[in-house]
């Protein structure tokens, strides 16, 4: 039945309004209100994080004195925080955001110790360094280098406590120059990045018709093959040594290009992006590796990378995996290279999931020891965080 109008001092008044309108009337929160619950909320966490280095300072007085910064970094420890971030997550923010956040928070933590030293492919701006910040957060110190050479030279002499380099691509496959330094370097993988890589086509003016030339690194041009030929059939492609170095040369000629990521425009002045993003991939992902000098302990979750020189000879494959299969070792990859130690000798990379302190890792690689020329553990690790 519906209300009726009552009158009050001689005027009739309508009852109060019902539905959607009143509800959102009543409850629109006033904007004063939430930004001082905001404000509330950021003091809070400004504590908390305050806290939480006071106590990261405290786990380094409990570790007593040491040699340098790399003496503190715990890798694995790193990876069990995130991942347990991750596994608490209900939204609204999406994992990878919430991970860069504490990231940034252990970065910063560790710092207070003393900021670690990373090497990578350099100069700045390269997909590398976005490795670098991705794993390492922006409290750390990035040390552009010409080559991936040099970023295991770096890491060997201990001028740099780490390098990151460039490992596999999605779409492209591997990056031998990288597998091949493992041969006679005995720097070991201490962890592992995987990086969304976005091509930008970038130049001073911004217009497509202006371009005569590109410059890109071979792997960028192999990732935009597709959409180079049908777009830019004629225009003359010219390799470098990194996508930096393509966006530093681009950026003196009007009828120049470069293949980059965003943040190689950013460095080098060329904010004009003709088009993004241009490769064929849209998934195209990139894998980096964390080199250093020591094996850390499990964090959990790991991934083991062994190198394995065999001499030609019938089975001799089958007798390198068989052992992991016996004892349920799952193999996520394998590469062959040429062991440059003797003739018709080759050396199997294979990653394997777990860590070389499991029982059955332990007991697989014992048993390959039978069969095999040479075996090297390059390292245990944790498995990337999203």
């Given at each position: 039945m519906a209300a009726k109008p009552r009158k009050t001092a001689g005027k009739t008044t309508?009852?109060?309004a019902?539905?959607?309108a009143a509800v959102s009337a009543v409850?629109?929160?006033?904007l004063a209100d939430v930004r001082a619950k905001i404000d509330g909320i950021d003091r809070e966490i400004q504590e908390l994080i305050a806290e939480r280095a006071r106590f990261a300072h405290?786990?380094?007085?409990?570790?007593?004195?040491?040699?340098?910064?790399?003496d503190y970094y715990r890798p694995e420890r790193e990876a069990q925080v995130l991942r347990m971030v991750v596994d608490r997550?209900?939204?609204?923010?999406?994992?990878e955001v919430l991970v860069h956040v504490f990231r940034e928070i252990m970065s910063a933590c560790l710092a207070q110790q003393e900021p670690l030293k990373i090497g990578f492919?350099?100069?700045?701006?390269?997909?590398?360094?976005?490795?670098?910040?991705?794993?390492?957060?922006?409290?750390a110190h990035g040390l552009p280098l010409a080559s991936i050479e040099e970023v295991f030279q770096e890491v060997e002499s201990g001028n740099a406590d780490f390098g990151v380099v460039p490992v596999e691509n999605s779409g492209q496959g591997t990056i031998q120059v990288t597998l091949d330094m493992f041969l006679t370097s005995n720097l070991k993988i201490c962890g592992e990045v995987e990086l969304r890589v976005h091509q930008f086509l970038l130049s001073r003016t911004g217009r497509i018709d202006d371009i005569e030339r590109i410059y890109g690194h071979p792997?960028?041009?192999?990732?935009?093959?597709g959409w180079l030929r049908a777009n830019l059939p004629k225009v003359e492609k010219i390799p470098v040594s990194s996508n930096a170095e393509g966006a530093r040369r681009a950026r003196n000629s009007d009828d120049a290009a470069c293949i980059a990521g965003e943040s190689a425009g950013h460095v080098y002045g060329l904010k004009k992006v003709v088009m993004s993003p241009i490769q064929d991939d849209k998934d195209n992902t990139t894998r980096f590796l964390v080199i250093g000098r020591s094996i850390f302990p499990p964090s959990g979750h790991d991934r083991t990378s062994v190198l394995v020189f065999i001499h030609d000879k019938p089975g001799a494959l089958f007798d390198v995996l068989s052992p992991f299969a016996r004892h349920g070792i799952s193999m996520n990859r394998i590469e062959s290279r040429p062991s440059h130690h003797a003739k018709w000798e080759y050396g199997f990379f294979i990653d394997l999931a777990g860590h070389v302190d499991d029982e059955g890792m332990k007991q697989a690689l014992a048993e390959l020891e039978a069969h095999s020329a040479q075996i090297k553990i390059?390292?245990?690790?944790?498995?990337?965080?999203?």
């Amino acid at each position: 039945m519906a209300a009726k109008p009552r009158k009050t001092a001689g005027k009739t008044t309508k009852p109060p309004a019902r539905g959607k309108a009143a509800v959102s009337a009543v409850a629109a929160p006033v904007l004063a209100d939430v930004r001082a619950k905001i404000d509330g909320i950021d003091r809070e966490i400004q504590e908390l994080i305050a806290e939480r280095a006071r106590f990261a300072h405290q786990v380094g007085k409990a570790k007593g004195k040491l040699a340098a910064a790399v003496d503190y970094y715990r890798p694995e420890r790193e990876a069990q925080v995130l991942r347990m971030v991750v596994d608490r997550n209900e939204g609204p923010l999406s994992d990878e955001v919430l991970v860069h956040v504490f990231r940034e928070i252990m970065s910063a933590c560790l710092a207070q110790q003393e900021p670690l030293k990373i090497g990578f492919l350099g100069p700045e701006g390269t997909f590398s360094q976005q490795a670098v910040l991705k794993h390492f957060g922006r409290s750390a110190h990035g040390l552009p280098l010409a080559s991936i050479e040099e970023v295991f030279q770096e890491v060997e002499s201990g001028n740099a406590d780490f390098g990151v380099v460039p490992v596999e691509n999605s779409g492209q496959g591997t990056i031998q120059v990288t597998l091949d330094m493992f041969l006679t370097s005995n720097l070991k993988i201490c962890g592992e990045v995987e990086l969304r890589v976005h091509q930008f086509l970038l130049s001073r003016t911004g217009r497509i018709d202006d371009i005569e030339r590109i410059y890109g690194h071979p792997q960028s041009f192999a990732q935009t093959a597709g959409w180079l030929r049908a777009n830019l059939p004629k225009v003359e492609k010219i390799p470098v040594s990194s996508n930096a170095e393509g966006a530093r040369r681009a950026r003196n000629s009007d009828d120049a290009a470069c293949i980059a990521g965003e943040s190689a425009g950013h460095v080098y002045g060329l904010k004009k992006v003709v088009m993004s993003p241009i490769q064929d991939d849209k998934d195209n992902t990139t894998r980096f590796l964390v080199i250093g000098r020591s094996i850390f302990p499990p964090s959990g979750h790991d991934r083991t990378s062994v190198l394995v020189f065999i001499h030609d000879k019938p089975g001799a494959l089958f007798d390198v995996l068989s052992p992991f299969a016996r004892h349920g070792i799952s193999m996520n990859r394998i590469e062959s290279r040429p062991s440059h130690h003797a003739k018709w000798e080759y050396g199997f990379f294979i990653d394997l999931a777990g860590h070389v302190d499991d029982e059955g890792m332990k007991q697989a690689l014992a048993e390959l020891e039978a069969h095999s020329a040479q075996i090297k553990i390059l390292g245990s690790y944790p498995v990337a965080v999203p």
